[in-house]
């Protein structure tokens, strides 16, 4: 009951966010109807009662209420099994309020936001991208907001919303890297599910080292943000059609089609259906955050009215692409290399031998010892935060060394070959505040082609630092096993604590996971992320190149910390 209790509140904290204004307890029970839930105005203030106990909302007068910056705060990491099934259906949600229509230029638009620190000096490099056609759009929009300004660009999912308001079934299917060689579209070579993750894909790859828009300005070779999406085969000229419209009024983006059940640039597609990518709205962004301006990109967060939007341009070229490479190879998806790879684990519980799945990461020969303090320290003073104390010193090239750990995989590696089916479900990061654990980011594996701790540490979602002091946030995984194999399970976690290999947490049969949902008939546990120390290294400023997931080594060959 207090599950449900949760979710509403959480749905009216996301109504006053999303509305951005004051709002009464009547317009939130239309609201809240809209989205399944039968709430009188009673029962709305009610809750928006606790809401203002908890200092979540704010009475404004006899207006109603508003969200406060802790409300913001708390809808951001609440209620995490909410969030990963409510990404997939935000867009879904984007895409039914589109109303552009082509013939007229009018209608409402998608847009991604982001904080503008600097306008003057990042407004040329964006334009530089709208020149040569690297945009959905060259129409924005300045806008300001609490003495801060934020620019607004035309997201790609407007196009699914004029397909979906035209009769065509549009299905965003992922987010992530386009590989551009020679001006040449190669393949994906990195992306996330638009479904089960709580942070939206293109958003998990914005930020400094990951694309190289500039790149393909000025050589044709680069990185760019792209998503993906299938829609019925039979819709293919209607498409076109629009997407010739949409052209004449300067939205575009389309990078290639492909043919009826043929993968396009490297991701499968269903029979009877046909895959289409287009470049992320974020590339300007990303171009200015390749430059060193610190952005703050949201993905999908609005819509406006597309005729409002201006252009410094007569007029938005094309994408400057060549016809997508035929020939590519498929994407490999994380969850095949992970069954793959925790059936090569050997590990003896009883004896501590046998073969264990290891991170690899590479750092110069210079940072090895300093490195080796820290993880150290992380070890010592938390070590349930660590898949035990061992390491490995790998000689790499280039006065490179390889610093390998165990990877928590190897647990289900373990609990496999004693005939317990472990499946892991979620990469996230787990909050820490005195003895209160929560996820407040989840991806998940499957549909993933990277491991998302990786990109966890590479956009400094973890604080390690702080939870050595039990206010910060650590790298961990979700798994779930049938509840049938539960007993066992927790016989075999209590061998494996003399190895550090246990479990933050063991859950009960359809019960929430530290927030995690967990399927029915099913039990979770919690993992700490093997890749933890490394964080913590990474935190301390030592450049260090993470590789999850990396081999398989002999457990002989790690040292103690």
Do not use: W
């Amino acid at each position: 009951m207090k599950q449900e209790t949760d979710m509403k509140m959480m749905e009216i904290l996301r109504i006053l966010y999303n509305k951005n204004e004051i709002l009464g307890a009547k317009v939130i029970s239309e609201e809240l109807e809209k989205r399944g839930y039968s709430l009188g105005e009673r029962a709305v203030r009610y809750h928006m009662h606790i809401l203002d106990e908890k200092e979540l909302t704010e009475k404004v007068g006899y207006k109603g209420r508003k969200i406060t910056k802790k409300g913001i705060e708390e809808l951001k990491k609440g209620l995490i099994y909410d969030q990963v099934d409510f990404t997939s259906s935000l867009f879904q949600e984007k895409m039914y309020n589109v109303t552009l229509e082509p013939r007229t230029s009018k209608g409402s638009v998608i847009v991604n936001l982001s904080s503008i620190n600097d306008l003057e000096s990042i407004k040329p490099i964006i334009n530089d991208v709208f020149d040569v056609g690297l945009a959905v759009s060259d129409r924005y929009n300045i806008i300001q907001k609490d003495d801060k300004k934020y620019i607004e660009t035309v997201c790609g999912t407007t196009i699914d919303g004029v397909f979906q308001k035209k009769g065509i079934i549009s299905k965003p299917i992922c987010g992530g890297l386009l590989q551009i060689e020679d001006n040449m579209p190669i393949n994906f070579i990195e992306q996330i599910s638009y479904t089960k993750t709580s942070i939206t894909p293109l958003e998990a790859f914005t930020g400094q080292g990951s694309t190289s828009v500039l790149d393909v300005i000025s050589s044709g070779t680069g990185v760019i943000p792209a998503n993906f999406r299938m829609i019925p085969a039979v819709k293919k000229p209607e498409a076109i059609h629009i997407l010739n419209q949409l052209a004449k009024i300067g939205i575009s983006g389309v990078i290639t089609m492909g043919e009826v059940g043929k993968s396009v640039l490297g991701i499968p597609v269903k029979d009877g259906m046909i895959g289409i990518a287009i470049i992320g709205g974020v590339a300007p962004l990303c171009a200015a955050q390749e430059e060193g301006f610190d952005l703050n990109v949201k993905l999908a967060d609005t819509s406006v009215e597309y005729s409002s939007m201006k252009s410094d341009n007569l007029y938005t070229p094309k994408l400057p692409f060549k016809a997508a490479h035929s020939k590519v190879d498929e994407v490999t998806f994380l969850m095949n290399k992970i069954y793959n790879i925790i059936s090569e684990v050997t590990y003896d519980v009883n004896k501590e031998q046998g073969n264990v799945i290891t991170n690899i990461s590479y750092l110069k020969r210079e940072y090895l010892d300093d490195a080796i303090e820290i993880m150290n320290e992380v070890y010592k003073k938390k070590p349930e935060y660590c898949v035990g104390n061992k390491y490995s010193v790998i000689n790499a090239k280039d006065n490179m060394v390889g610093i390998a750990t165990l990877c928590s995989l190897t647990v289900d590696g373990i609990l496999t070959n004693h005939g317990v089916s472990s499946t892991p479900e979620y990469s996230g990061v787990l909050d820490i505040y005195g003895n209160n654990k929560r996820f407040i980011d989840l991806i998940s594996y499957e549909g993933s082609s990277i491991d998302p701790h990786e990109i966890f540490i590479k956009k400094n979602m973890q604080n390690i630092q702080g939870s050595l002091d039990d206010d910060g946030k650590i790298l961990a995984s979700v798994h779930t096993v049938p509840y049938i194999a539960r007993d066992m399970t927790i016989d075999i976690f209590e061998l494996l604590e003399d190895s550090g290999l246990g479990a933050l947490n063991i859950g009960k049969p359809n019960e929430y996971t530290y927030n995690a949902r967990v399927e029915k008939y099913n039990f979770g546990y919690v993992l700490s992320g093997g890749l933890n120390p490394i964080a913590a290294v990474h935190e301390k400023g030592i450049p260090v190149d993470v590789k999850s997931l990396e081999t398989i080594m002999d457990y002989n060959l790690f040292e103690e910390l």
